[in-house]
T-cell receptor, first 112, second 119 residues
Framework: QQQVKQSPQSLIVQKGGISIINCAYE??????FPWYQQFPGKGPALLIA?????SEKKEGRFTISFNKSAKQFSLHIMDSQPGDSATYFC???????????FGQGTRLTINP | NAGVMQNPRHLVRRRGQEARLRCSPM?????VYWYRQLPEEGLKFMVY????????ESGMPKERFSAEFPKEGPSILRIQQVVRGDSAAYFC?????????????????FGEGSWLTVV
C-alpha cells in the first residue's frame, strides 16, 4: 500500500530525444508527487512536483503527467541533454503525513 | 547559500563502534527528516523530528539507532555498535513550518549526505 513502483530501472536515450520514466502507486491517500534528481555523490534535488487535482505540470523541459484513475504518473524530459544523466526518483506523500515514499530510482544516461 | 548541511560527508567505522551523523537544517526550517539509501536502492524514510520532539520514527530500526533534534544545535543520528549492513548513505532533509504550526510538507530539501562505511 505504501509502495511506489518505478520503471524502468535504467534508461539510455540519445541526445535530443525524450526520456520517459513511469511510477505507479496503490495508496489513494497520496496527495503530493515530487520527482527528485540525484547526481553521484550528491543529495536528491527537487525537480518538479504535482498534486492529484491536475493532470499535467510543465517546467521548462520537464513535464509530469498524472493519471489519477490509473494511479500512475510519469516524468518526461524533452530534448534530453548529456547533463540530464543522473538517477531520478519519483516519490509520494500520504495526506496528513510528512514522510515521502520513494520509488526505486531510474538511472538515466543521455548519449551525446 | 545556507542549504541543509551534513557532516561528516564520509565516515569509516569498525564493527562495534558508534557513528554520529549531524545535520543542520536550512535557515528558517524547523522540521528535519532522516533517510537512508543503500547502494543501488531508493531512499527509505527513517525518522521525522521537530525541535525537541520525535514526530514519526516508524522507519527507525528498533535497536542501535536513535535520533534527536535539540533546542540548540544540529540534529544527530546516532548508530551504536555498527555492523556492515549499516553501510549506506544517510541523508538529512528539512522543511519549513507551515500555517498554524503544521508542516507545509511540499518543499523538502535534502543535504549532500553522509556516507558511512563499516569495515
Amino acid at each position: 500500500q505504501q509502495q511506489v513502483k518505478q520503471s524502468p530501472q535504467s534508461l539510455i536515450v540519445q541526445k535530443g530525444g525524450i526520456s520517459i520514466i513511469n511510477c505507479a502507486y496503490e495508496n489513494t491517500a497520496f496527495d503530493y508527487f515530487p520527482w527528485y534528481q540525484q547526481f553521484p555523490g550528491k543529495g536528491p534535488a527537487l525537480l518538479i512536483a504535482i498534486r492529484p487535482d491536475v493532470s499535467e505540470k510543465k517546467e521548462g523541459r520537464f513535464t509530469i503527467s498524472f493519471n489519477k484513475s490509473a494511479k500512475q504518473f510519469s516524468l518526461h524530459i524533452m530534448d534530453s541533454q548529456p547533463g540530464d544523466s543522473a538517477t531520478y526518483f519519483c516519490a509520494a506523500r500520504n495526506q496528513g503525513a510528512q514522510k515521502l515514499v520513494f520509488g526505486q530510482g531510474t538511472r538515466l544516461t543521455i548519449n551525446p | 547559500n545556507a542549504g541543509v548541511m551534513q557532516n561528516p560527508r564520509h565516515l569509516v567505522r569498525r564493527r562495534g563502534q558508534e557513528a554520529r551523523l549531524r545535520c543542520s537544517p536550512m535557515k528558517g526550517h524547523s522540521h528535519v527528516y532522516w533517510y537512508r539509501q543503500l547502494p543501488e536502492e531508493g531512499l527509505k524514510f527513517m525518522v521525522y523530528l521537530q525541535k525537541e520532539n520525535i514526530i514519526d520514527e516508524s522507519g527507525m530500526p528498533k535497536e542501535r539507532f536513535s535520533a534527536e533534534f535539540p533546542k540548540e544545535g544540529p540534529s544527530i543520528l546516532r548508530i551504536q555498535q555498527v555492523v556492515r549492513g549499516d553501510s549506506a548513505a544517510y541523508f538529512c532533509a528539512s522543511s519549513p513550518k507551515g500555517r498554524a504550526g503544521r508542516n507545509s510538507g511540499n518543499t523538502i530539501y535534502f543535504g549532500e549526505g553522509s556516507w558511512l562505511t563499516v569495515v
